[in-house]
């Protein structure tokens, strides 16, 4: 395997993962705009991820899939994928010629998430990884614990008969947030567009969540006081909030862990809520996946690349377009004037 100004070529198969220019084949590790672009000719994905593949990709790109664990060859190069713990369908690309075996992370968490297969050890000769939060300043305190931080956030704004906004990205975020509050007496709970579409589409994946409903549907002058409502990081300062009246943001995101984050999101609180490996649990990944070598892609690529090294594996910093599905709100085509 080697990057190529295309992205990540397997030359014996002829194929790219999360290739950041329209190619004719591409294995995809997750639907996040910067890993799932437009215009390549065939796209190869997890079953899981077909319904949130088929949103963001549009209904004419020619999507195949796989089960997590079913092999396919490709010019004779054995390919399959493993759940990836990310977001729904998010999965990690084995390949593997005459006995040598890569593995290309996407992105993963360790955590349980219960809207998303759980990710999985694959042992491997060569493992590319990301390093999103490949620093030991990244350490995500137990999920329990901010989800009872968001109860009682939305609580006292519900008392003091505000709406609490919570900005997530609206693909695995937003989701994994309703999802932590489904055993709550939260609600009414109300989407922005961009989020409910996708929403259907994990109700729709047999992901459990709780009722919502598609704010720009209700009628004007409605009431939204005591309400939650789940909106992507773009419609923050829109005037889509004008409906919401009194309301209280805040944001969810592993970023907000870092001092000044909140402040600069203009938010009232910062949830510190991630889909992506916390420095110990990266490296402990690493270490589990028995890899000689170490590709470490998009991210603190620095710190982690030295720190292998210094234990004796082999790793490589490999820049990569991989970049800001946790800083920019990918988006689908329309969505933001599609409220
Ligand atoms: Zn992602
Ligand atoms: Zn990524």
Redesign the pocket.
Known sequence: MRITDRGLYCEAGDFYIDPWQPVDRAVITHA?G??ARWGSRHYLASRESRLVLRTRLGEDASIESLEYGEAALLNGVRVSLHPAGHILGSAQIRVELGGEVWVAS??YKTDSDPTCSPFEIVRCHTFVT?S?FGLPIYRWRPQHDVFAEIREWWSANAEAGRASIIYAYALGKAQRVLAGLCDAAIGPIYTHGAVERLTRDYREAGIALPLTQHASEMPRGHDFGGSLVIAPPSAAGSTWLRRFGAASPAFASGWMQIRGARRRRGVDRGFVLSDHVDWPALLATIEATGAEHVWVT?GFREPVVRWLLERGIDALSVASH?????EIESTVAGEEVVA
Do not use: K, Y
């Open positions: 996040h910067d890993h996407g992105d990301e999103t998009h991989w970049e800001g599905d946790d």
